[in-house]
């Protein structure tokens, strides 16, 4: 979005994590209606955020101001945490942001009492994939053709690869500790 630039741009000297609040929700949902072609609207994030999913976002910070760029959700039951979402605003990919949101996150969650974190991503999403397994995310599962490509219809399906990461004490800390 062109009207955020100066955000983006002045970001990236000061980018900082914090607990998502429903005052959040409007970003987030337009986060995600770029990210995904199934988009949330914004009473399904808010509902995530009262019913104590635990979300947090990322902001960049201008002298002006600040503006929600990235965000991740996951829902903790118990001992077991999904993270249902996670994506930055497509101006600030590609820079690394998205390891520091993860890490926050995971570092959340098992506050939240999770010693597992399980996440389904297609095996298509080399961005995502990279993320995941540099913080410790392995493979236990494998649905074949469960997404659709984005090529369309005829095109060969993408496989969705279930993963786990260990947040259990004898892990190591996650590093942003
Ligand atoms: C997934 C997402 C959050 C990752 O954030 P990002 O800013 O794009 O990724 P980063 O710049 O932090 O890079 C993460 C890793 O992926 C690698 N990577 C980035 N683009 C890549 C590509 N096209 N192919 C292969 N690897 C890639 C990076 O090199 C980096 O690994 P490295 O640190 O070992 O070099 C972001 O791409 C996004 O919001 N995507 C849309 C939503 C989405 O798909 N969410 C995940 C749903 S499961």
């Known amino acids: 979005m062109f009207w955020l630039w100066p955000w983006f741009w002045l970001g990236q000297l000061y980018t900082t994590f914090r ?3 429903i005052l959040d929700s409007s970003r987030i949902a337009a986060i995600h209606d770029e990210s995904f072609a199934i988009g949330w609207d914004r009473s399904e ?4 955020i009262l019913d104590g999913h635990v979300a947090d976002v990322m902001i960049s910070r201008a002298p002006i101001g600040e503006v929600v760029t990235g965000f991740a959700i996951s829902r903790v039951v118990l001992d077991e945490a999904e993270l249902l979402t996670i994506a930055l605003d497509s101006e600030v990919r ?4 998205s390891e520091s949101l993860l890490e926050r996150h995971s570092q959340r969650v098992r506050q939240a009492g999770a010693t597992s974190h399980f996440l389904e991503v297609a ?3 080399e961005p995502a994939l990279a993320l995941y397994r ?3 995310f392995v493979e236990i599962g494998r649905r074949k053709g469960y997404y659709p490509n984005a090529k369309g219809v005829g095109a060969a399906r993408h496989d969705a690869l279930t993963m786990r990461r260990d947040l259990s004490p004898l892990d190591p800390t996650p590093r942003f500790a």
Do not use: C, H, T, V
């Open 19 to 21: 607990p998502a609040s």
């Open 134 to 136: 540099k913080l410790g």
């Open 94 to 97: 590609g820079r690394g942001f």
């Open 45 to 48: 994030i808010e509902r995530m």
């Open 123 to 125: 095996d298509a999403n």
